[in-house]
C-alpha cells in the first residue's frame, strides 16, 4: 500500500522559536498533499492543502504567516510553525493524495509541544 | 451544505460480539466514500474506498458497505486487537480539491 511518512515524529520546542515538519509519499507522487491538526479525542481539523509548484491553500481562520507551507516537489511537503507558543502545542498530521486511486494516505503524525 | 456523520460516538463490545458503524452523508455527487482506522497517538489508515451503492469490501473482520445515503462497517466477532477510532470521511462535492469531510469517528472499545 501506499506510504507516507512524517518527521520528525516527535518534538519540543521553546516558546518563540521555529519547528519544521517533514511529509513524503515514499512510493508514489502527490501533487497535492494536505496538513492536518487533531486535538485531543476530536476529529482532524484540515489547515491547508499545499499544491506542488504553488501557493498553498489555507482555511479559514488558520494564519498562513503563522504556518507556513512549502511543496517544493512531488514527494515532499513541509509545515514550520513559526514563533511557536504554547497554544500551537498539538498533533499534527499529514496526508497525500495519490492521483490513481484519489485516495488520501496520512502519515504517522507529529507530536509538537511548545514550552 | 455537505456533511458526514457517524453514530454512535463510541461502541463497547465483547471480544466476540459482532455490531456495525454507520456514516451517514450528505454529499452532491458522492465521489467515494472512505474508511480509516486510527489508533491513539497515529495517523488514520487506510481501510476502504466505496465509489456507488450497493458496493462492498471486506478486510479480514471488517466490511464496508454503501447505499445512497450512508454506508455502514460492519464487524463479525471483533478482537481486543479491533479496537481504535474509525473514521468515514467523503470528498467535497462542488470541487475536486480532494479535500474530505470527515464525520467525528466512532470509538470502539472490544473487551477480551
Known amino acids: 500500500g501506499a506510504v507516507v511518512s512524517q518527521h520528525p515524529s516527535r518534538v519540543i520546542c521553546k516558546s518563540g522559536t521555529s519547528v519544521k515538519i517533514e511529509c513524503r509519499s515514499l512510493?508514489?507522487?502527490?501533487?497535492?498533499m494536505f496538513w492536518y491538526r487533531q486535538f485531543p479525542k476530536k476529529s482532524l481539523m484540515l489547515m491547508a492543502t499545499?499544491?506542488?509548484?504553488?501557493?498553498?491553500?489555507?482555511e479559514q481562520g488558520v494564519e498562513k504567516d503563522k504556518f507556513l507551507i512549502n511543496h517544493a516537489s512531488l514527494t515532499l511537503s513541509t509545515l514550520t510553525v513559526t514563533s511557536a507558543h504554547p497554544e500551537d502545542s498539538s498533533f499534527y498530521i499529514c496526508?497525500?493524495?495519490?492521483?490513481?486511486?484519489?485516495?488520501?494516505?496520512f502519515g504517522p503524525g507529529t507530536r509538537l509541544t511548545v514550552l | 451544505e455537505d456533511q458526514v456523520t457517524q453514530s454512535p460516538e463510541a461502541l463497547r463490545l465483547q471480544e466476540g460480539e459482532s455490531s456495525s458503524l454507520n456514516c451517514s452523508y450528505t454529499v452532491s455527487g458522492l465521489r467515494g466514500l472512505f474508511w480509516y482506522r486510527q489508533d491513539p497517538g497515529k495517523g488514520p489508515e487506510f481501510l476502504f474506498t466505496l465509489y456507488s451503492a450497493g458496493e462492498e469490501k471486506e478486510k479480514e473482520r471488517l466490511k464496508a458497505t454503501l447505499t445512497k445515503k450512508e454506508s455502514f462497517l460492519h464487524i463479525t466477532a471483533p478482537k481486543p486487537e479491533d479496537s481504535a477510532t474509525y473514521l468515514c470521511a467523503a470528498p467535497h462535492g462542488s470541487s475536486n480539491t480532494g479535500k474530505l469531510i470527515f464525520g467525528q469517528g466512532t470509538t470502539l472499545q472490544v473487551k477480551p
Open positions: 496526508s497525500a493524495r495519490d492521483l490513481a486511486t484519489d485516495t488520501q494516505y
Open positions: 512510493d508514489f507522487q502527490a501533487t497535492t
Open positions: 499545499s499544491n506542488e509548484g504553488s501557493k498553498a491553500t489555507y
